[in-house]
């Protein structure tokens, strides 16, 4: 049986508001899920897609706010460096500049085995989320949103919201924290 989302977050999140408005952002995916798993329909991959990249752009941004802001509660398994340059740069909740420096300090743990990487994943789906324009004016992936808002598609938004949630819960917890294994994580796509 899978335990609420909102223990995972509760275990890592820093500020408690995007923490509700995440908690908040994942009730909406499971019923977008029922409905979809419901009527059988690829049409709701597109507000699924664009909530989760939502949500692992939140929990990612609150990470870094956390390293850059809170002086008083050590983030582990940090090294020095990675807090000395989160401290230097300005932050806004921006994904592109979030992946970056993710990405530069390693800190989802990206393995030498993984082909694409994590990174290179988040990457991607920032480019697919932001096809929300529909009017495709910056020319990002296919001129056809069908070919954009596929399963495929979805399952490595779904596969890189459970990493981003490993990780975050397991290598950077907040002090006193409850620990869940990612058996017990809610996978309402399942």
């Known amino acids: 049986m899978s335990k609420p989302f909102s223990d995972f977050t509760g275990v890592f999140f820093w500020d408690f508001k995007r923490m509700d408005n995440v908690n908040y952002n994942f009730k909406i995916l499971e019923l977008l899920y029922k409905t979809k798993k419901r009527d059988s329909s690829r049409l709701f991959n597109k507000p699924i897609l664009v909530t989760l990249v939502s949500i692992i752009e939140c929990a990612l941004y609150d990470f870094v706010k956390r390293v850059d802001q809170h002086r008083g509660e050590v983030v582990p398994n940090l090294d020095k460096i990675a ?100 058996s017990d994580f809610p996978r309402v796509w399942e």
């Open 83 to 182: 807090v000395i340059d989160s401290r230097r740069k300005t932050y806004t909740d921006q994904l592109e500049t979030i992946i970056a420096y993710i990405k530069k300090h390693d800190l989802l743990r990206a393995s030498e085995d993984e082909n694409p990487d994590i990174y290179d994943i988040l990457d991607f789906l920032r480019k697919i989320r932001n096809r929300l324009h529909i009017q495709n004016s910056q020319n990002f992936l296919d001129e056809n949103e069908y070919k954009i808002w596929t399963e495929k598609n979805l399952h490595l938004g779904e596969k890189a919201l459970e990493r981003v949630c490993e990780v975050l819960c397991h290598v950077y917890p907040r002090p006193g924290s409850n620990f869940y294994s990612m």
